[in-house]
T-cell receptor
Framework: AQSVAQPEDQVNVAEGNPLTVKCTYSVSGNPYLFWYVQYPNRGLQFLLKYITGDNLVKGSYGFEAEFNKSQTSFHLKKPSALVSDSALYFCAVRDDNYGQNFVFGPGTRLSVLP | DTAVSQTPKYLVTQMGNDKSIKCEQNLGHDTMYWYKQDSKKFLKIMFSYNNKELIINETVPNRFSPKSPDKAHLNLHINSLELGDSAVYFC?????????????FGDGTRLSIL
């Protein structure tokens, strides 16, 4: 079965600096990878996805992620962090050997300091 | 207009009671989901319906019963509520059933069992 790990519970970064939120996954088939963001008392919002194609995926609000098959990673990045980016970030994976079932990572709390 | 709406937003009730949470989406999507997010923010899929038919049924107690009267609605009924049911329950929808499209989430129903 598929699994996903987000090795950092918390990431702190200064405003204007680049940010990275890490995600690694384990699947038996081909991975379908997603990033979502959750603001307080809200539902998750979609940021970007990787299905096939270019390994560098661009998404909403200036975020991007790079699919690395050899390292089984899909790290989320942004060149210049904003205070408003502070939120909880979830990586999710679907293994095409296991139908439509998604597994979400435990989440990483990003704090951007002014 | 709210794309995925859940009611109620907050639900406080006694152990042993039966309660329902309603979900409606106005996006014209074919697939709807229920997720449970615990106090540590772990997110786990419970059910998925496609065009009113159940397609994902994770290991969830029989006390939880989803009902989809039409493809725009997916309600969750919970019998004999237990303390461990306290969580935030999220409804979501997506355009397809094969997991390639992003999910749109409601803002959650915060269930507290006394």
């Amino acid at each position: 079965a598929q699994s996903v790990a987000q090795p950092e519970d918390q990431v702190n970064v200064a405003e204007g600096n680049p940010l990275t939120v890490k995600c690694t996954y384990s699947v038996s088939g081909n991975p379908y990878l997603f990033w979502y963001v959750q603001y307080p008392n809200r539902g998750l919002q979609f940021l970007l996805k990787y299905i096939t194609g270019d390994n560098l995926v661009k998404g909403s609000y200036g975020f991007e992620a790079e699919f690395n098959k050899s390292q089984t990673s899909f790290h989320l990045k942004k060149p210049s962090a904003l205070v408003s980016d502070s939120a909880l970030y979830f990586c999710a994976v679907r293994d095409d050997n296991y139908g439509q079932n998604f597994v979400f990572g435990p989440g990483t709390r990003l704090s951007v300091l002014p | 207009d709210t794309a995925v709406s859940q009611t109620p937003k907050y639900l406080v009730t006694q152990m042993g009671n039966d309660k329902s949470i309603k979900c409606e989406q106005n996006l014209g999507h074919d697939t709807m989901y229920w997720y449970k997010q615990d106090s540590k923010k772990f997110l786990k899929i419970m059910f998925s319906y496609n065009n009113k038919e159940l397609i994902i049924n994770e290991t969830v107690p029989n006390r939880f019963s989803p009902k989809s009267p039409d493809k725009a609605h997916l309600n969750l009924h919970i019998n004999s509520l237990e303390l461990g049911d306290s969580a935030v329950y999220f409804c979501a929808s997506s355009q397809d059933s094969n997991g390639n499209q992003p999910q749109h989430f409601g803002d959650g129903t915060r269930l507290s069992i006394l």
